[in-house]
């Protein structure tokens, strides 16, 4: 729903203000001035630069393609930029090589700049969701899967906004994930604030890893995380009889469920809403956490970083007492986070340890996605080094 918090500017000499919604959790902009058609890409990007936020009255269209422009502006190399790997003492004549924690560090210290900026272009829509500009997308049916039903105009970000238009598309259209028996793709259909499973290799592991032999006695395993459900129709394709899938998000909970409603599963797959474990024991357990152990910035972060490691821990603190005898729990963790030295491998296996578990065997894959090629990237030096791998557990 949209947050209850109003932002104000001055319009004709007139005061206004409506509501004000951010995802990533921006207060309401102080400074807003009105901006149209005649407004200049660098007129604008010197207002977002200095913090100032630009309500948009002209043509839709023409605030797409200042926000590019602005994006142009912002990715434009810089001669500091290009030393993104040294780092220059106060003298200036002794370069230092930055860790990979630094560069890491830098490098969303960069994006949050980034996204600073470009957020500061806005749009005001009315309470039915509608855009009052010229040439403004019908973009109704995208609001309201985002945030429901509203009773006021409200403004937020055109990059937010393009965003919700974005995940629309991606719920209408859906995402192939794997075959049915006849060879026709199987979709799964993300809802806006969801992680879309669009890294495959992950999801070609679960389909691939040999299922423990325990769900031959008892069909049931549990997926911790459930999000878009894949996971979770993946096991069920598998032909494992009961499966619970859980998350504490609601839209994760109800993308998953409608997923599975989709595809007629719902025989097959429970989803419940709890924090990682639900009642009872399974044959197995499978767990795909946030890679990334560091503090997201927005609550659509969440899928991706882990702030120490909390999902991680409790998972593998958790399994031992939820697994059957003989059942096997599934890590599925790329090691990332070690080449941008934020984990090390010894920490990972003393916490499996330490949590009464062995490591039964472990399946790896090399990333398939564009920046694991990008070397333009700042962080390529670790995206390219970079193995997902399931990890097959079981107690001591």
């Given at each position: 729903?949209?947050?209850?918090?109003?932002?104000?500017?001055?319009?004709?000499d007139?005061?206004?203000?409506?509501?004000?919604?951010?995802e990533?959790?921006?207060?309401?902009?102080?400074?807003?001035?009105?901006?149209?058609?005649t407004?200049t890409?660098?007129?604008?990007?010197?207002?977002?630069?200095?913090?100032?936020?630009?309500?948009?009255?002209?043509?839709?269209?023409?605030?797409?393609?200042?926000?590019?422009?602005?994006?142009?502006?912002?990715?434009?190399?810089s001669?500091?930029?290009?030393?993104?790997?040294?780092?220059v003492?106060?003298?200036?004549?002794?370069?230092?090589?930055?860790t990979?924690?630094?560069?890491?560090?830098?490098?969303?210290?960069?994006?949050?700049?980034?996204?600073?900026i470009?957020?500061?272009l806005?749009?005001?829509?009315?309470?039915?969701?509608t855009i009052?500009?010229?040439?403004?997308?019908?973009?109704t049916?995208?609001?309201?899967?985002?945030?429901?039903?509203?009773?006021?105009?409200?403004?937020?970000?055109l990059?937010?906004l393009?965003?919700?238009?974005?995940?629309?598309e991606?719920?209408?259209?859906?995402?192939?994930?794997?075959?049915?028996g006849?060879?026709?793709?199987?979709f799964?259909?993300?809802?806006?604030?969801?992680?879309?499973?669009?890294?495959?290799?992950?999801i070609?592991?679960?389909?691939?890893?040999?299922?423990?032999?325990?769900?031959?006695?008892?069909?049931?395993?549990?997926?911790?995380?459930?999000?878009?459900?894949?996971?979770?129709?993946?096991?069920?394709?598998?032909?494992?009889q009961?499966?619970?899938?859980?998350?504490?998000?609601?839209?994760?909970?109800a993308?998953?469920?409608?997923?599975?409603?989709?595809?007629?599963?719902?025989?097959q797959?429970?989803?419940?809403?709890?924090?990682?474990?639900?009642?009872?024991?399974?044959?197995?357990?499978?767990c795909?956490?946030?890679?990334?152990?560091?503090?997201?910035?927005?609550?659509?972060?969440?899928?991706?970083?882990?702030?120490?490691?909390?999902?991680?821990?409790?998972f593998?603190?958790?399994?031992?007492?939820?697994?059957?005898?003989?059942?096997?729990?599934?890590?599925?963790?790329?090691d990332?986070?070690?080449?941008?030295?934020?984990r090390?491998?010894?920490?990972?296996?003393?916490?499996?340890?330490?949590?009464?578990?062995?490591?039964?065997?472990?399946?790896?894959?090399?990333?398939k996605?564009?920046?694991?090629?990008?070397?333009?990237?700042?962080?390529?030096?670790?995206?390219?080094?970079?193995?997902?791998?399931?990890?097959?557990?079981?107690?001591?």
């Amino acid at each position: 729903m949209i947050q209850d918090t109003s932002i104000h500017w001055h319009e004709n000499d007139q005061a206004c203000a409506a509501l004000w919604h951010s995802e990533n959790g921006i207060a309401p902009h102080k400074k807003v001035v009105t901006g149209d058609d005649t407004l200049t890409a660098d007129d604008a990007y010197h207002l977002a630069c200095e913090g100032t936020a630009i309500l948009w009255k002209g043509d839709f269209q023409n605030a797409r393609q200042l926000l590019q422009a602005l994006v142009r502006r912002i990715d434009k190399p810089s001669k500091k930029s290009k030393r993104a790997g040294k780092r220059v003492d106060k003298a200036g004549d002794i370069a230092v090589k930055k860790t990979a924690k630094d560069i890491f560090n830098q490098h969303r210290l960069i994006q949050s700049q980034r996204a600073r900026i470009l957020g500061t272009l806005l749009i005001q829509c009315n309470s039915d969701h509608t855009i009052p500009l010229r040439r403004a997308p019908d973009v109704t049916q995208a609001c309201l899967e985002a945030y429901g039903s509203v009773s006021e105009s409200y403004v937020i970000s055109l990059r937010e906004l393009l965003g919700v238009i974005s995940a629309h598309e991606w719920r209408k259209n859906g995402l192939p994930i794997l075959a049915d028996g006849d060879g026709e793709p199987i979709f799964v259909h993300p809802h806006y604030g969801v992680f879309s499973p669009v890294r495959g290799e992950y999801i070609e592991l679960v389909c691939n890893a040999p299922l423990p032999k325990q769900l031959d006695q008892e069909s049931i395993a549990f997926d911790i995380g459930v999000g878009t459900g894949v996971l979770s129709i993946i096991l069920a394709m598998r032909d494992v009889q009961k499966i619970t899938a859980t998350d504490q998000d609601n839209r994760a909970l109800a993308c998953a469920k409608e997923n599975i409603a989709l595809l007629n599963l719902g025989s097959q797959i429970e989803v419940v809403k709890a924090n990682l474990f639900p009642q009872g024991k399974a044959s197995l357990i499978v767990c795909n956490p946030p890679w990334i152990p560091a503090r997201p910035s927005s609550t659509l972060e969440h899928a991706v970083y882990d702030p120490d490691s909390q999902m991680l821990k409790g998972f593998l603190s958790g399994l031992k007492e939820h697994l059957l005898p003989q059942g096997e729990g599934w890590l599925i963790l790329s090691d990332l986070a070690e080449h941008l030295e934020l984990r090390t491998r010894q920490e990972l296996l003393a916490w499996i340890d330490g949590a009464g578990l062995v490591v039964l065997g472990k399946v790896d894959t090399k990333p398939k996605h564009p920046k694991a090629s990008d070397d333009s990237d700042m962080l390529h030096f670790a995206r390219a080094a970079e193995i997902t791998s399931l990890w097959r557990l079981g107690a001591k």
